[in-house]
């Protein structure tokens, strides 16, 4: 395996060298803006370290996808079986050599980010090594959770559009609960409830790459710029704790189920329609139930205006299930439909009924 594993490394040079060089140069326009204020006269220094955020979303994605599509072309998985490398070696070195080059960018652009903030006597260097441990740890669990829904997948499109399903799938059920949440709290008002304090939001892992960099961000920013102000009154951004735990576990988890479903995928499925419930199947009736249930409780809302009631659960249902419809025929690849895909659309229409009735109840 180690020989596999520097071949590999050597095979993706350029890749990471391409990868990293981005990361860098983004970096150095965008991690320091040092300028004089046109209405005080002082100089002002900001932070920014979103590039590092945008990168430990978006690269993870695209590392996973370029580190296992080959395995999902059938004409050439003789040739990749055929090696003296065991299955499970061949996951651990191509997860393995993303994770590598995903970190090696981070650092590298980190010593320069580093050094463009030490430039500046204002700025406070000593929490940069603390952020880049984090986000690299949270961009790791990231890779981990992309690396599951794109094995899962038995088509690199659809490996694509699982990942995105990483974002949604959470997104889709904390909007369900928010909604939920809302109308049984509903006598505290909409902006009273709406947007709660939950140690939970529906962004999940994804809340946690930004807010942290958003914490670090201000920690890092000059004393200077706020002559005059009570530090004491200014809002440090915080990261949930209980949902940082939570998704370490599940990312974990995922880690495990990829490597469960790159072993034991059958040769046979591969290059073909991705049956796998972590895709399509959970994916479309989710995010219909989602936006049907946003739509109910608006129509629920609209108890002294029934036709405008109706008319909003009209606009919700149509849009829907057009949707639906080309969900099933890219999942499909065809209108051929099975019985199981009619039984989801009969459930969620169930569950967007019951949803409006309970909305009715709890806001009448």
Known sequence: MGKYFIYHMKKTAVRFAVMALFLLVIVNTTVVRHYTSSFSGEEVYNVSLAAFATFSIIAPAAVAALEFSQFMNRRNLDTWYSLPVSRRDLFI???????????????????????KISRYPALDLADTAVYFAYAIGAMLLIYMLYTFFFVSANNVFDGCVFMFGAYIIPRC???????????????????????????????????????LSSRYESLIEPVRTRRGIDMSEIKIPEVSIPQAFVWTMICIVALAGAVYVFTTKKTEVVSGVSESWFGYRILIPLCTASALNSSALAAGAMMEDPVMGIGLSLVGLIPSFIGVFVAYVIFRRGVKFKISDFISVGAVVVFYVASLLIFRVLLG
Request: net charge negative; charged share 10%; no cysteine.
């Open 173 to 211: 059920v904390f909007n369900i609960f928010r909604n939920f949440y809302y109308a049984v709290n509903s006598s505290r008002g909409f902006l009273g409830i709406y947007d709660t304090e939950l140690p939970f939001d529906g962004d999940g892992i994804f809340s946690t790459i930004t807010k």
């Open 93 to 115: 070195v191509h997860f393995g050599n993303g994770a590598v080059q995903l970190v090696l960018s981070v650092l590298v652009s980190a010593f320069l980010a580093a050094f």
